[in-house]
């Protein structure tokens, strides 16, 4: 186990800049403001920690990567930022999602106002649902864990044309399990930056998804005929219970921060380190670092008191009294709700 832990002025660096022009318009914060961003920088912050490596298998000593900053994320030419024209998330359901169209329809719906949430300014917007047989994507049956998975890469041509014209990104969101090639195990999602697209998959985050009596495995071997879909239809997808939930707005909005041009995050423990497995991903924070925080708000322009609250509102949210929306399913976001309560109170000047 390794904590990494970066000198003081290394991260005060990364979150402000070197940049003279930077360093004024960091300046533009409010004294509150500041004060969270740079909460960041205190050794034994009870809002940011340090990044703890726990084995080799975690994502950071796997994949060698340089540390994105403040600056290096403005200067970037090729990242994509929203403008007056493009300025809508728009979500693409591919496949069923939970045990009946009631609870697909209102899972999809939470998972969208979240995504509004955490890009505070941006519209989400659902596209209609679409059925795996009409992407045409290849598909297969898993070797090792013998579930039926989509073609990832091909998702996404689908997706290109899919895509709106006033769309910012559009990202395809399923409970069926992807490949990006023939030789790959799984992955869990793909995105094409440049083109502001990318599709992910929920699928493992169902917590028996490793076991022998996973639901989804196929009990018998069987011969797939390309362009058959039947194989399908009524196919297992997990439950929707508040871990799921959690995990999968992780994933979405972590996924969506890259398409911005954000890297994985090296600094500080963030939503946008990278992982490569549930528990590493388990372990990850449901929101941005500072300087993470930093490069989304220089992007999207939103208050960051307004974007908390926005956050705290979605978990606060009495259920509706209608009979045909169900309860949100929040427990797992209850340290979430805590934490970001802290951070309002540190940019309305009180102490907690």
């Given at each position: 186990m390794e904590v990494i832990e970066h000198p003081v002025e290394k991260l005060r660096s990364a979150l402000r800049s070197t940049r003279n022009d930077l360093i004024q318009s960091?300046?533009?914060?409010?004294?509150e403001e500041r004060r969270l961003l740079e909460e960041g920088l205190l050794p034994g912050s009870p809002l940011f920690s340090p990044i703890t490596v726990h084995s080799d298998s975690d994502w950071i000593p796997s994949h060698p990567e340089s540390p994105q900053d403040f600056q290096s994320f403005y200067s970037n030419p090729y990242r994509s930022t929203p403008n007056n024209g493009h300025?809508?998330?728009?979500?693409?359901?591919?496949g069923s999602f939970g045990?009946?169209?009631?609870?697909?329809?209102?899972?999809?719906?939470?998972?969208?106002a979240y995504c509004?949430?955490?890009?505070?300014?941006?519209?989400?917007?659902l596209l209609p649902p679409v059925t795996v047989a009409s992407t045409g994507c290849s598909f297969r049956v898993n070797n090792n864990t013998h579930n039926l998975q989509l073609h990832a890469g091909e998702l996404l041509s689908f997706l290109k044309k899919k895509k709106p014209r006033d769309a910012f990104c559009i990202v395809?969101?399923?409970?069926?399990?992807?490949?990006?090639?023939?030789?790959?195990?799984?992955?869990?999602?793909?995105?094409?930056?440049?083109?502001?697209?990318?599709?992910?998959?929920?699928?493992?985050?169902?917590?028996?998804?490793?076991?022998?009596?996973?639901?989804?495995?196929l009990k018998k071997a069987i011969k797939l005929k390309p362009g058959?879909?039947?194989?399908?239809?009524?196919?297992?997808?997990?439950?929707?219970?508040?871990?799921l939930l959690f995990r999968s707005c992780k994933t979405l909005t972590h996924e969506i921060g890259h398409i911005?041009?954000?890297?994985?995050?090296?600094?500080?423990?963030?939503?946008?380190?990278?992982?490569?497995?549930?528990?590493?991903?388990?372990?990850?924070?449901?929101d941005v670092c500072p300087i993470c925080l930093r490069k989304l708000q220089s992007a999207?322009?939103?208050?960051?008191?307004?974007?908390?609250?926005?956050?705290?509102?979605?978990?606060?949210?009495?259920?509706?009294?209608?009979?045909?929306?169900?309860?949100?399913?929040?427990?797992?976001?209850?340290?979430?709700?805590?934490?970001?309560?802290?951070?309002?109170?540190?940019?309305?000047?009180?102490?907690?």
């Open positions: 960091y300046g533009q914060y409010s004294r300025k809508t998330i728009y979500i693409q359901t591919i045990d009946g169209a009631g609870i697909s329809e209102q899972y999809v719906e939470w998972l969208r509004q949430a955490f890009y505070y300014g941006l519209k989400v917007k395809g969101i399923t409970m069926i399990d992807l490949y990006p090639k023939d030789s790959w195990n799984f992955v869990f999602g793909q995105a094409s930056l440049t083109e502001g697209m990318g599709v992910f998959s929920f699928a493992r985050y169902d917590d028996d998804f490793y076991k022998r009596s996973y639901a989804g495995r058959d879909y039947s194989v399908f239809q009524g196919y297992y997808t997990p439950p929707i219970t508040s871990t911005f041009g954000v890297k994985h995050c090296l600094w500080l423990q963030c939503v946008m380190q990278g992982s490569n497995h549930l528990e590493e991903s388990d372990r990850r924070p449901p999207i322009g939103f208050k960051i008191a307004d974007r908390y609250k926005a956050l705290l509102l979605w978990i606060e949210e009495a259920p509706s009294s209608s009979a045909q929306h169900l309860s949100k399913p929040t427990e797992a976001f209850q340290d979430f709700r805590h934490w970001l309560s802290k951070c309002r109170s540190i940019l309305e000047d009180e102490i907690f």
